[in-house]
């Protein structure tokens, strides 16, 4: 079974998802904020981290950075700003995802880098 780190921003929020997530079949953790996740990536060792939290340029690059050293592991951001795409790419993302989003093209690009792994 998958292993998936769901980072939010908000606790219910965040639990909410990872419970729709684990009606898929996925062995689903969950945290809030950057360094709850970064505590959980290092314990857990995820197969993917779906990221949907804000953060800035700068903790972008940190934060993808940490993970990747961390643990091999697959990367997805989400964010409400079009504009964080390539910022997010090139900081290490493996994919990304603009809100609001469907769960259907979560669950998608979840199994395409599942697949990639």
């Known amino acids: 079974m998958p292993k998936l780190l769901y980072i939010g921003c908000d606790r219910t929020l965040a639990e909410i998802t990872a419970k729709m997530l684990q009606r ?9 904020g950057a360094e709850e996740a970064t505590a959980a990536v290092h314990l857990h060792k995820p197969d993917v981290v779906v990221a949907d939290f804000d953060v800035n340029r700068a903790e972008s690059s940190t934060f993808c950075g940490l993970v990747k050293q961390m643990a091999p592991m697959r990367l997805l951001f989400i964010s409400a700003s079009q504009d964080d795409e390539i910022n997010l790419l090139n900081a290490g993302a493996d994919d990304w995802m603009k809100k609001p989003y469907k769960m259907s093209v979560l669950y998608a690009r979840i199994q395409a880098l599942l697949r990639m792994a």
């Open 24 to 32: 898929r079949g996925y062995d689903v953790l969950c945290a809030v």
